[in-house]
């Protein structure tokens, strides 16, 4: 048997899988995208309706704007939170293991069922959050009522979950030579200089990869508005995968919650081709021709 026979072996369980959970699902959707289909009937051609009665749906664009605003929310500070406590945990401190995993902690059981119903508790009328700002002298927020403090709610959860970010962080922090650090100092940089001028250059394709993975991360957000306003008040936290989701299996509405799929597929494609697009403007590659 040939090495090319043998690698095809070795490599079609994972062709398998890859045809039937990914690639059949994918062009499956597409086709469905064009039909009206409510699951116990046969799906019937209705051209391109779907896209057109998406783009006259108020809920679309109110859902499309939540999602927008939670992702200008989340990512940045997110991508800042994990960087600080990077830092923080790449000094060399006794059990700084056990802070490490401490603060890993949460990446893992942020996007659970049961982390999203503490976060409704703690954040209801009575829940520890406002009982804090009531010691504090501050009125109770209304957490659940209110637009903009529902979604900073939402938003907060999300930024929680900084664990994953912060390790790739901290592996590309104690990826840098301690040497440019102390040519920086001879050469009279404080700490804040030698951030600025070593640090963030060297971590800018770390940045990079970090905001792409949190970008797409944080549209796909479901879990939180599911379970914790369900899209309320008014709509305002009715993230777009929970609109997609009430249309595939609230209202059974496949072929509509397709296409919802494929253009919220394009929009995230956008923003990652953007990033990819002006990243040699701002990310900075250490190879040998010393080139961005």
């Known amino acids: 048997m040939s090495y090319k026979n043998r690698g095809i072996i070795y490599i079609f ?3 398998l899988g890859f ?3 990914t690639l059949y699902p994918f062009i499956t959707s597409l086709v ?3 039909t009206d289909y409510k699951i116990i009937y046969q799906p019937k051609f209705i051209g391109f309706s779907n896209y057109v009665n998406m783009f006259n749906d108020k809920i679309f ?5 939540a999602t927008f605003k939670f992702v200008i929310l989340t990512v940045p500070f997110k991508l800042i939170f994990a960087l600080i406590i990077a830092m923080v945990l790449n000094f060399k401190l006794k059990g700084i293991n056990f802070y490490r995993t401490a603060y890993y902690i949460p990446s893992i059981l942020g996007g659970n069922i049961a982390v999203s119903i503490l976060w409704k508790l703690i954040f209801q009328d009575k829940g520890i ?12 927020v209304p957490w659940f009522s209110n637009e903009y403090a529902s979604l900073i709610m939402l938003s907060l959860l999300r930024i929680w979950q900084f664990g994953s970010a912060m390790v790739i962080f901290l592996a590309a922090l104690k990826d840098i030579p301690q040497e440019l650090y102390e040519a920086a100092w001879i050469d009279g940089a ?3 200089k030698a951030f600025f001028y070593v640090t963030m250059p060297l971590l800018t394709p770390i940045i990079f990869f970090n905001l792409v993975m949190q970008l797409i991360q944080s549209f796909q957000e479901f879990n939180g508005p599911y379970m914790i306003t369900e899209g309320g ?4 936290t009715y993230l777009y995968s929970l609109m997609i989701y009430d249309n595939a299996f609230k209202y059974f509405n496949m072929g509509y919650a397709s296409a919802l799929s494929w253009i919220f597929f394009i929009i995230i494609m956008i923003f990652t081709l953007l990033i990819f697009k002006f990243s040699k403007y701002w990310v900075f590659y250490s190879d040998e021709g010393g080139e961005n």
């Open 61 to 65: 664009w109110t859902s499309l704007f």
């Open 19 to 21: 045809v039937i959970f």
């Open 13 to 15: 369980p994972w062709l």
């Open 190 to 192: 404080n700490k804040i």
């Open 233 to 236: 008040p008014q709509y305002k």
């Open 32 to 34: 469905l995208s064009f």
């Open 129 to 140: 959050i406002n009982q804090i700002l009531n010691v504090l002298g501050v009125h109770s």
